[in-house]
C-alpha cells in the first residue's frame, strides 16, 4: 500500500514537471522584443509628423514687404 502511494506522488509530480510549457518564457521574451521594437518605431513616426506637417500661423500678422527703391528715393530726397 505504501509503494503505491510513493508510485502515484512520483507519477504526478513527473506529470506537473513535464507538462509545463519549456517554450513560454522564450516566446515571452520574444513578444516583448517584438512590443518595445514596434512601440520604437511608433515614438520614430510620431516625433517625424509634426516637422512634415506644419500648419501656418493664422494670427500672425502680414505686413506687406518693404521696398529697398522707395527706402534709397526717400533718403536722396532729404538731404
Known amino acids: 500500500m ?3 502511494l510513493i508510485v502515484g506522488g512520483l507519477l504526478v509530480v513527473l ?3 513535464g507538462c ?4 513560454a518564457e522564450a516566446r515571452r521574451a520574444r513578444e516583448d522584443a517584438e ?3 514596434r512601440a520604437a518605431a511608433a515614438r520614430k513616426e510620431m ?4 516637422k512634415a506637417f ?3 500661423d493664422y494670427f500672425k500678422k502680414n505686413e506687406p514687404a518693404k521696398k529697398a527703391d522707395a527706402v534709397q528715393e ?3 530726397s532729404n538731404p
Do not use: I
Open 2 to 4: 505504501k509503494n503505491k
Open 15 to 17: 506529470l506537473s514537471v
Open 54 to 56: 506644419q500648419t501656418p
Open 74 to 76: 526717400t533718403k536722396k
Open 20 to 23: 509545463t510549457d519549456r517554450e
Open 47 to 50: 516625433d517625424a509628423l509634426p
Open 35 to 37: 512590443a518595445k521594437a
